[in-house]
């Protein structure tokens, strides 16, 4: 009965690889997102959707790529990564107005 | 650009004693949310409260309370009869209301560590 769901939960890889992190929510909720969460604990909007439509696209790198296959699904694709992309990164659901429930994030190592 | 600041990187209190964790934003809406999100070691982000703006009345979750000063942007967090499970990093955010070009996105504080001591 996981509400906000993220596979995987730890990823390791090589510099200049390619990478994807899969996002699942159960709630019904028609707005997801994904937040960068770096080394010193602070969170940082990257993009959020709403019923698919990309309706926020913060300051990232285009080797990050939101796809929304769903309402239930924003996957985070990350091309060519660096040292810098290790961080926790999250997703996030919400029904548009209301409170935002976190999946369990994702560590990303680059090493 | 909304910005949200808290100013305390650290804080530890007694177990059974009360704590208040600062925070403070800056906005030119009228119409806002703003929440306190609770980060364990586990890492997950658990919701703790959530208050309207345009609501006078402070918001209360059981042990949690929030001190809301609108006219001074403060947003405070007071933690009643602290409890070993309060140990985590805290996290307040502020929110646009619905409609708003900035979308529905959160904007972070800093987060401010708490440690409960037995």
């Known amino acids: 009965d996981t509400a906000v769901s993220q596979t995987p939960k730890y990823l390791v890889t090589q510099m200049g690889n390619d990478k994807s992190i899969k996002c699942e929510q159960n709630?019904?909720?028609?707005?997801m997102y994904w937040y960068k969460q770096d080394s010193k604990k602070f969170l940082k909007i990257m993009f959020s959707?709403?019923?698919?439509?990309?309706?926020i696209n913060e300051t990232v790198p285009n080797r990050f790529s939101p796809k929304s296959p769903d309402k239930a699904h924003l996957n985070l694709h990350i091309n060519s990564l660096e040292l810098g992309d290790s961080a926790v990164y999250f997703c996030?659901?919400?029904?548009?107005?209301?409170?935002?429930?976190f999946g369990p994030g994702t560590r990303l190592t680059v090493t | 650009a909304q910005t949200v600041t808290q100013s305390q990187p650290e804080m530890s209190v007694q177990e059974a004693e009360t704590v208040t964790l600062s925070c403070t934003y800056d906005?030119?809406?009228?119409?806002?949310?703003l929440f306190w999100y609770k980060q364990p070691p586990s890492r997950q982000m658990i919701l703790v409260i959530r208050?309207?703006?345009?609501?006078?009345q402070n918001a209360t979750e059981n042990r949690f309370s929030v001190n809301f000063q609108k006219a001074a942007k403060s947003f405070s967090l007071k933690i009643s009869d602290s409890q070993l499970g309060d140990a985590a990093m805290y996290f307040c955010?502020?929110?646009?209301?619905?409609?708003?070009?900035?979308?529905?996105?959160?904007?972070f504080g800093e987060g401010t560590q708490l440690t409960v001591n037995p």
């Open positions: 996030a659901s919400s029904h548009w107005a209301y409170e935002q429930y």
């Open positions: 709630l019904g909720h028609d707005t």
């Open positions: 959707y709403n019923n698919k439509e990309l309706i």
């Open positions: 906005t030119s809406e009228s119409d806002y949310y």
């Open positions: 208050q309207e703006a345009y609501k006078q």
């Open positions: 955010a502020y929110r646009s209301p619905r409609g708003e070009t900035s979308g529905s996105r959160l904007t």
